[in-house]
């Protein structure tokens, strides 16, 4: 999965790589991994379609212990995706 995510980031570096479902069945340094092979986003919420997902408080305890920040989600129509993206990896950088 690091690996792949990884991958992902280079081909597509201006891409969104989110961690979704299945990340239940990760550890947290597991998930800190996936964050430092260049994952950028994940899906929060009790079940992702029939598949659980991770309580939202522990995302935030994860976030807290890596030193993650996370960033506000965005509701604007006129934010075009790739504004975003940028946004995102100049604020990383």
Same mark, same amino acid.
């Given at each position: 999965?690091?690996?792949?995510?990884?991958?992902?980031?280079?081909?597509?570096?201006?891409?969104?790589?989110?961690?979704?479902?299945?990340?239940?069945?990760?550890?947290?340094?597991?998930?800190? @991994?996936?964050? @430092?092979?260049?994952?950028?986003?994940i899906?929060?919420?009790?079940?992702?379609?029939?598949?659980?997902?991770?309580d939202?408080?522990?995302?935030? @305890?994860?976030?807290?212990?890596?030193?993650?920040?996370?960033?506000?989600?965005?509701?604007?129509?006129?934010?075009?995706?790739?504004?975003?993206?940028?946004?995102?990896?100049?604020?990383?950088?």
């Amino acid at each position: 999965m690091i690996r792949m995510i990884g991958t992902a980031r280079i081909v597509m570096p201006k891409a969104m790589v989110r961690l979704s479902a299945g990340r239940v069945w990760f550890s947290m340094p597991e998930q800190a @991994l996936c964050f @430092l092979a260049g994952a950028n986003s994940i899906f929060t919420g009790e079940k992702l379609l029939t598949t659980p997902n991770n309580d939202f408080d522990a995302d935030q @305890l994860m976030f807290k212990t890596l030193g993650l920040i996370p960033k506000p989600p965005s509701f604007s129509e006129d934010d075009s995706e790739s504004e975003n993206c940028e946004k995102v990896a100049s604020a990383s950088h």
